[in-house]
């Protein structure tokens, strides 16, 4: 199976303002797959939606091969899950915990848990309720890595940890994809470290996915150019424009998408002049991202 | 070695591994028969994904400066005498590129780039 | 399974053994207690009666604690999945009913205590005292009425407290709601019993509910 999710003409609706509409993802197998969005996009949304844990009004999902949320039981015998907010019981200790989960799952490595027990510095005696927030993040990554699942789906799980915890958590989960092939599937809001990490990025926002890419390609594609001698209209644009701006006095400047040293020529044939190409990094372009795409939703265009 | 490999470069990162692997097998830090970290080790350390530290050590061995050893591990591979010196020499073009692009960004005329450069070597050999 | 099965009792446990220990104790106490008014035969008719009296009294904690054990077994059984908002077990790769059937059995295994016990406390109570001429025990009949009522109790609650916040809040939300309306009517002089009707349809009537109802006699005629 190529593809460890695979979601099509996903439809979803909340309320009188939340929906998700016609939403097409696929995360192959294998990969390290980074979301982003900003919050209230519908990420958590559609993260409960791959575990079954929400009903869609249309469309199909499917993880690991299977229908979801028919196979369920079946499927998330093979995916860890690591929620944004701790889900666990506050009265049982983590030796509880650990011994509860290890009974559901039939591939339960119970060396590895002891193992990260250790190393996470747990105490196996402690209370849930009376762990730090790190010490929580770190039990919940343990119980979805024992559980030796092929895909792990992470919602935000460093997200408001200290540094130290965060390194922690993220080296004993590539560890775990460097020994065993699994498909990481990631949101988070801390894209420096799905910028190191991930192999796929994905950019959700009002329900929409706007990007769903390859890391490396969208990254190369995300330049800010400074032009002079452009024309107002751009006809049949070969890369996506995000921001065009007048710098003070000569020319502009512009953040495009999709871009390709061979766009060159286009710009020239344009009469315009391509006096800079810069590298953003992944923080700058999602950003401009978001901004063109709220910007041209609001039916305004920028100079 | 791995100090300061940055994501947010336009370098890919797996090149920025292999370059720097590249550079201590030139300049003798790393030497012949010595072992890179496994996978799992530097991925794990580096806090990066396992597929870019593999798909380092793939193209170097391509480039014939490591062997991958199914079970044991990556060995960097003798290396003909000539072949460290061209490494060096190509990581010496590589720098003066930078230098001569960011110069040119700056806005720094070539002349005064060139008189930099003479005092300041020529303070270090005095 | 049986691996699942010995997880939810082992949590389950933690969560009610409070609540078990005591209720055990109770379910020993009360028939024991409920007899001592039993003493030396020299008193003749006068003593069965007081005998009577007593064990009648005493016999409406049976119910009593039927239902105060149903309720809070069920409720130790739901408590940290409800806080929860029910993502774990619902991310548990074992179908809903099969999770919800696991954490009956569960509960119904820690409920054999308190039934034992009562076991216990009415075979013990008989034995040890001297009945006046004419009475008779029903030490069994007594534990298997208590087991049932027990059982009832906690199936009902562990119904409402396995849906959602939900619908326990709906349920009990009317529950509240009858019974207010009725103490406000009292109130106003309005003699309205609702509480009485809905009372009277759900035990009176032939079902489950009317184990509740009646009189509970260790020792009877």
Redo the contacts between chains.
């Keep these: 199976m190529s593809n460890a999710i695979e979601i099509e003409r996903l439809s979803y609706r909340a309320g009188k303002t939340f929906a998700i509409e016609d939403l097409d993802l696929h995360v192959p197998t294998g990969s390290i797959y980074g979301f982003l969005g900003p919050n209230g996009s519908g990420k958590t949304t559609t993260i409960r939606l791959i575990l079954g844990l929400l009903r869609a009004r249309a469309g199909r999902i499917t993880v690991l091969g299977d229908a979801m949320p028919a196979q369920h039981a079946r499927v998330l015998a093979h995916v860890g899950y690591v929620p944004e907010q701790p889900h666990l019981d506050a009265t049982l200790t983590v030796q509880e915990l650990i011994d509860f989960q290890a009974a559901f799952y039939p591939r339960w490595d119970q060396a590895r848990a002891a193992e990260l027990v250790s190393r996470f510095e747990l105490d196996a005696g402690q209370l849930f309720g009376r762990l730090s927030k790190g010490q929580k993040a770190k039990l919940m990554m343990l119980l979805a890595l024992a559980q030796c699942g092929d895909l792990l789906v992470l919602d935000e799980p460093t997200d408001g940890l200290d540094p130290v915890v965060r390194r922690d958590i993220l080296s004993a989960l590539l560890a775990y994809v460097s020994e065993r092939s699994a498909t990481i599937f990631i949101s988070s809001h801390l894209v420096h470290e799905l910028e190191r990490v991930c192999d796929w990025v994905a950019v959700m926002d009002n329900g929409r996915l706007i990007i769903e890419s390859p890391m490396e390609t969208f990254k190369r594609g995300i330049k800010r150019l400074t032009v002079s001698g452009a024309p107002r209209e751009l006809r049949d644009a070969p890369f996506r424009m995000l921001r065009r701006e007048s710098e003070n006095g000569a020319g502009e400047s512009w953040v495009v998408a999709n871009w390709e040293p061979g766009m060159l020529a286009y710009v020239q044939g344009l009469g315009a002049v391509v006096n800079d190409v810069i590298d953003l990094d992944l923080e700058d372009g999602f950003v401009e991202l978001l901004r063109s795409f709220r910007g041209s939703a609001a039916g305004r265009t920028t100079p | 070695m791995f100090q300061g490999v940055d994501?947010?470069?336009?370098i890919?990162?797996y090149a920025q591994i292999a370059e720097r692997i590249r550079l201590a097998i030139a300049n003798g830090t790393l030497s012949s028969a010595a072992s890179l970290p496994s996978?799992?080790q530097l991925?794990?350390?580096?806090?990066?994904?396992?597929?870019?530290?593999t798909q380092a050590y793939r193209e170097l061995e391509e480039q014939g400066f490591v062997e991958i050893r199914h079970g044991a591990g990556t060995f960097v591979r003798e290396l003909a005498p000539g072949r460290r010196a061209r490494e060096r020499a190509q990581h010496a073009a590589a720098l003066v590129r930078k230098l001569l692009a960011e110069a040119r960004?700056a806005g720094v005329p070539l002349a005064e780039l060139q008189r930099a450069l003479e005092s300041e070597l020529g303070v270090k050999s005095t | 399974m049986i691996r699942m099965y010995r997880a939810v009792l082992s949590t389950q446990w933690k969560w009610a053994r409070l609540v078990i220990v005591l209720g055990t104790i109770a379910g020993f106490a009360i028939p024991l207690v409920s007899i001592q008014g039993a003493a030396p035969p020299d008193r003749g008719a006068l003593q069965a009666q007081e005998l009577l009296h007593a064990v009648q009294s005493w016999g409406t904690l049976y119910p009593l604690l039927a239902t105060a054990l149903g309720l809070l077994v069920a409720i130790a059984a739901w408590a940290a999945d409800h806080r929860g908002r029910h993502v774990h077990a619902l991310t548990l790769p074992v179908p809903r009913w099969q999770y919800v059937l696991l954490r009956f059995g569960a509960g119904g295994l820690l409920l054999v205590a308190p039934i034992a016990a009562v076991l216990l406390g009415t075979l013990l109570a008989t034995l040890s005292a001297t009945l006046p001429p004419g009475l008779q025990a029903y030490p069994i009949a007594l534990t298997v009425r208590f087991a049932f009522a027990l059982f009832v109790a906690y199936a009902v609650f562990f119904a409402i407290s396995a849906g959602t916040a939900r619908t326990a809040g709906i349920i009990l939300g009317t529950i509240a709601a009858l019974i207010l309306v009725q103490v406000v009517g009292g109130m106003a002089g309005i003699d309205v019993d609702l509480v009485g009707t809905v009372q009277t349809l759900l035990l009176a009537g032939p079902g489950p509910l009317a184990v509740f109802t009646g009189r509970w006699m260790l020792v009877d005629v």
């Design positions: 994501p947010r470069s336009s890919p990162l996978v799992r991925a794990a350390e580096l806090r990066i994904n396992p597929a870019t530290v960004r």
